[in-house]
Each structure stands twice: as structure tokens, then as C-alpha cells.
């Protein structure tokens, strides 16, 4: 539980301030449109471009299946909600760093690499803290807070989208390649980091759940289940 100390309003301004920026930033790294613009534009080819479709379609099921029940037995979940969101922070600012060397030295093979790389930490850091942060807000905001706040997260994600795609838009087009697709990558880069602020302050009481783990063969027999879940 939540240290009384600080009152549900407070988080319940962290939680809207952190969708607000999240919804600015849906449209960055899109899977059918900007990410494969990138590749294309670097010179990949198409099976490079199904490489970038399976990391992004696939590793977050897998992080999720495997990381779930360790994130869920932590004590604390604000710690590991932090880690998946640094994670994604510092994959964006490497892909931009590549983009960035890109400009003194054309090597497009070491671009589309750190492409791959980033977009994988990217995904497994989606998936740890989209795990610890249903259970921050479960345990954050009271179920009358939870309900409105939910409503409004419906919201921004969907009116979002079109403010967030606008927004990319300019940043694409505003310079040339590589350094518009920089651009891209560093500002989606701070608007996560500013958007996991509130939680910086957050105080969490540590909890103690309790379940049944689930060996290895169980696991890989719920991944071909949980993939065509996801694929619909």
C-alpha cells in the first residue's frame, strides 16, 4: 500500500500527467508506419523489415510471459516499473546516438543493428513496466479514481494519436534525413522520461503476494496460446 502521507489526489495527478505524455508519444514509434520508413530509408531490405515486425510483435509476449510472476513477487513495484521505463529511454537515445553518427559516418548496417538491439530493449521495458504499473495503480488510486482515470487514459489514447502523429510529422519533416528521424527518437526519448516523473515521487509500502509459479514446461506450452492471442 501507498504511504498515507501522500494523498490519492497527488498520484492521481502522476498518473494523467504520465498518459498525457505517453499519448504525445504513440505515434513515434508506430510498427506500420515510422519504423519502417527508418528501415527503408537506411537501405534494409525487406526480411530486415520482418526482423524489426517479429522483435516488435513478439518480444513483449515473451518478456511478459517470463517476467510477469518475478515483477508481480516484488515487493516493491515502482523499482521495476522505473527499470522498464529506463530501459525504453535509453534504447531510443541509442538508436538516436547511432542516427547521429550516421551523419559523419554512412554505415547503415551498424544504424539498422542498433535498430534491432534498441527496439528489443524497448519492447522488454514496455512489457516489465506495463506489468508493475497495473499494480501501482491498483494499489494507488481508490476504484471510484481508477474508473475515472481510466476513462480519461481512453481519452488521450484516442485523441492522442492525432496530436501524436501530427507531431511526428513535423519533427520528420522539419530536416533531412538522418537527423529529422534524431529528432524523432531523442524528443520520444524525453517525453517518456518526463512522462515517468510523478513516480519518481511516489512512496510504496512493500507487499507480499503469494501464488503458485509455474514451471518451464508450462511456460513454453502457453507461448504458441499467448502469440495467437496477440495476433487475433
Known amino acids: ?11 492521481y495527478r502522476f498518473f494523467i500527467w504520465q498518459a498525457l505524455l505517453v499519448a504525445l508519444v504513440s505515434a513515434f514509434f508506430e510498427i506500420n508506419t515510422v519504423l519502417p520508413a527508418l528501415i527503408i530509408r537506411a537501405g534494409g531490405t525487406p526480411l530486415q523489415l520482418g526482423v524489426l515486425m ?4 513478439g518480444f513483449p509476449v515473451l518478456t511478459q510471459i ?20 529506463f530501459l525504453r529511454v535509453l534504447s531510443l537515445l541509442a538508436i538516436a546516438g547511432a542516427l547521429h553518427q550516421l ?15 534498441g527496439m528489443v530493449f524497448f519492447t522488454m521495458g514496455g512489457a516489465i513496466s506495463g506489468v ?6 491498483g494499489k494507488s488510486l481508490p476504484e471510484a479514481e481508477r474508473g475515472r482515470f481510466l476513462g480519461f487514459r481512453g481519452l488521450f489514447n484516442g485523441s492522442g ?13 522539419s530536416r533531412a534525413y538522418p537527423g529529422n528521424f ?10 517518456l522520461l518526463l512522462a515517468s516523473t510523478g513516480f519518481w515521487f511516489m512512496r510504496e509500502h512493500p507487499t507480499q503476494t503469494t501464488f503458485e509459479t509455474a514451471n518451464t514446461v508450462a511456460v513454453f506450452k502457453f507461448i504458441p496460446r499467448a502469440l495467437k492471442a496477440e495476433a487475433g
Open 182 to 191: 534524431e529528432m524523432l527518437f531523442s524528443t520520444g526519448s524525453g517525453l
Open 1 to 11: 500500500m501507498l504511504k498515507p502521507a501522500s494523498p490519492p489526489r497527488t498520484y
Open 132 to 137: 508493475a504499473y497495473i499494480e501501482i495503480l
Open 161 to 173: 494519436i492525432l496530436v501524436s502523429a501530427g507531431l511526428a510529422w513535423f519533427l520528420i519533416t
Open 54 to 57: 517479429m522483435i516488435m510483435l
Open 103 to 117: 551523419t559523419a559516418a554512412p554505415t547503415t548496417g551498424i544504424l539498422i543493428t542498433t535498430l534491432f538491439a
Open 66 to 85: 517470463f517476467t510477469a510472476q518475478k515483477v508481480t513477487r516484488k515487493p516493491l513495484k515502482k523499482p521495476m516499473f522505473l527499470l522498464g521505463t
